[in-house]
């Protein structure tokens, strides 16, 4: 037993004497050409690798300073650096024969810089993983390709079917620690904006079939993102156009600076998101809900005093980079509007085609939104009571927006402002009566919003003590006004600020008023002096 003990000890012994000499007798970095060979053959990108080593006991193969080129197209710099790369690989077959099988990858602390293109159509990231025969044709004559060519084009095989033009090559874990992330537009002048702390884990990870996938994120400007689901098979000839289906769980992101919002459109806040992605390498599908907290509509604008629910169904062509908002109803409190329409984001600004309209809306639950679309009411004063229709269409690219449509209020009152007592001071109108509100029995309004400010035509406005009010007039985009009013058929010229208005009588208008009057006691002296002319 003893002698049999001796000999297991010794060979034991040995055993481990061999394994820790075994990194002194292979040369790790012998197998760098052979690896950069094969990640370059996988993502079709030239990869570069710095010194490897060898540990027996961890079963896999370090190295350092990673590098992956970026698409020629975009830039000569690189697409990802990371400090190293751990492969995991069978040990046996790779001291023995030298055969290559990898179990993990895994990168830490990389870079990613990604980048779309001028005119949006295309990612830097679109070409990872094609082989040349699978990329399109970038020749003069493919672009000067008749337009009977078209269809053959549109038919183009599925993204799935085109997987079968990637190498063979499949991980049983890829994983991606502490990453960095940088988005930014080609030609653009926007900063770029930063997403770290990005882990990502794969499992069963293969060019040619679906693989599970989880992924965690900082958001630029603060909060997280979460995505949980399956992609692939990747595309060979454009990885944007990989099929995908995920779960999306956004914490406290802020919408100014996330880069899911178009910055030129003014709009801001901070949000949580629930919902879901998918994609069929065509066209993406994204519906959920979305809270905000201090929402902000225009760049004037001030915060929402409440939160803002949104739950919505939007689509996303991925070739032509546009989309429609199919369903969107958008709550605050007990009122709800409804939005619906078209977006384009293929050029450097996004431009849209949308319909906002709302029947019946309580206006106390959205005076705390007033702000946020630019609305600024007298000082001191607040809505309260009553309904408000609307019925609006936005068109245009975002920072040069133009919405058309009417509004109408009923059953309301500008609680604070004493209207009365603002034209107590124009002849025939002093006297009309006091209160401490200005009750507004019915407004409705033609409105259009625009960059160079906003017009009202057909102002129809009922004050109980005070009659109709009717006319038209501006508001600048510093919200400094001019209408040219009439109540009880004085003409009333209304200057100052939203915060600060004016009223004075319009003298032109009472001029032309009072030479109208005259021109028509004229015409009807004369009309009466015909008639005695006639019997004469």
Do not use: C
Request: aromatic share 4%; net charge neutral.
């Amino acid at each position: 037993m003893k002698r049999g003990l001796k000999i297991a000890a010794i060979v034991i012994g040995i055993l481990i004497l061999i394994i820790i000499a075994i990194p002194f007798f292979v040369d790790a970095n012998s197998f760098r050409p052979k690896i950069e060979s094969e990640l370059t053959d996988a993502l079709g990108r030239q990869v570069k690798v710095g010194n490897i080593s060898l540990s027996l006991f961890s079963g896999g193969v370090t190295a350092d300073n990673i590098s992956i080129a970026d698409d020629p197209a975009f830039s000569k710099s690189d697409f990802v650096t990371a400090k190293s790369l751990k492969v995991g690989v069978e040990m046996i077959p790779l001291i023995f024969s030298k055969t290559l099988n990898v179990t993990e990858i895994r990168l830490t602390q990389p870079e990613i810089s990604l980048v779309r293109s001028e005119n949006g159509e295309k990612w830097n990231f679109s070409s990872l993983g094609a082989t040349p025969a699978a990329q399109p044709s970038t020749t003069q004559p493919a672009r000067a390709a008749p337009a009977q060519t078209a269809p053959t084009q549109e038919t183009s095989p599925a993204p799935s079917s085109s997987s079968s033009t990637n190498p063979n090559v499949s991980v049983a874990k890829l994983s991606i620690d502490n990453g960095r992330m940088t988005v930014s537009r080609a030609g653009g002048s926007e900063p770029p904006r930063v997403y770290d702390k990005v882990d990502i884990q794969v499992s069963g990870f293969s060019l040619n079939n679906s693989f599970p996938f989880h992924l965690n994120a900082n958001l630029p400007g603060g909060g997280t993102l979460k995505l949980d689901g399956n992609a692939g098979p990747i595309n060979a000839g454009n990885a944007e156009l990989t099929p995908l289906e995920a779960k999306v769980s956004v914490k406290q992101m802020n919408l100014a600076e996330s880069g899911f919002i178009d910055p030129a459109s003014g709009i801001a806040g901070i949000a949580g998101f629930d919902g879901t992605l998918t994609s069929d390498g065509h066209e993406a599908k994204t519906n959920g809900t979305l809270k905000v907290d201090k929402l902000q509509v225009v760049k004037k604008g001030s915060p929402a005093g409440r939160t803002v629910e949104v739950q919505y169904e939007a689509t996303y062509n991925l070739k032509t980079v546009s989309g429609s908002v199919v369903r969107g109803e958008i709550k605050l409190g007990s009122a709800v509007a409804n939005l619906s329409g078209t977006y384009d984001a293929h050029g450097k600004v996004t431009s849209i085609n949308m319909k906002l309209t709302g029947q019946g809306m309580p206006v106390d639950d959205l005076e705390a939104m007033l702000p946020a679309v630019g609305i600024v009411l007298p000082s001191g004063s607040q809505l309260k009571g009553g309904t408000l229709n609307l019925n609006f269409n936005s068109t245009g690219p975002v920072d040069k927006l133009v919405t058309v449509g009417t509004v109408k209020l009923e059953n309301s009152a500008l609680a604070g402002f004493n209207l009365l007592s603002k034209l107590s001071a124009i002849p025939g109108l002093g006297g009309k009566g006091s209160a401490n509100d200005t009750t507004i029995q019915n407004f409705s309004s033609d409105v259009r919003v625009a960059p160079d400010g906003t017009r009202t035509d057909n102002i129809n406005l009922t004050v109980p003590s005070l009659g109709s009010v009717t006319g038209a007039g501006t508001v600048s985009p510093n919200n400094e006004l001019d209408f040219k009013l009439k109540a009880d058929n004085i003409p009333i010229h209304v200057t100052g600020t939203t915060s600060e208005p004016k009223f004075a009588p319009d003298i032109k208008g009472l001029a032309g008023s009072l030479l109208n009057q005259k021109n028509l006691g004229k015409s009807a002296l004369g009309g009466v002096t015909s008639l005695f002319d006639k019997k004469k």
